[in-house]
């Protein structure tokens, strides 16, 4: 599941790391789920979800869908440091 990135600074890429270190975990607890994936889709919906935390984990402590404009700017700031 890993990619190769360059990062311009060690923050960045500690924030990477930490990222795919939770989309592995993500993978091996979805991988106990009742719904059969492929290994392929397992893994980018394990990369996904990580990549997308702060609105999972606003879904998941309020049980609501974050405003729209909180979810453009998550996808906002993960387009931009993608293209970085």
Do not use: Y
């Amino acid at each position: 599941m890993r990619r190769r990135c360059h990062f311009t600074s060690k923050k960045e890429a500690d924030a990477w790391d930490k990222m795919l270190d939770t989309a592995d975990l993500l993978d091996t607890w979805l991988e106990q789920s009742p719904v059969v994936l492929e290994d392929g889709q397992r893994e980018a919906l394990s990369l996904w979800l990580a990549e997308h935390k702060e609105v999972l984990s606003t879904i998941l402590k309020t049980g609501k869908l974050p405003s729209p404009q909180a979810v453009e700017k998550d996808a906002a700031s993960k387009t931009k440091k993608q293209a970085a």
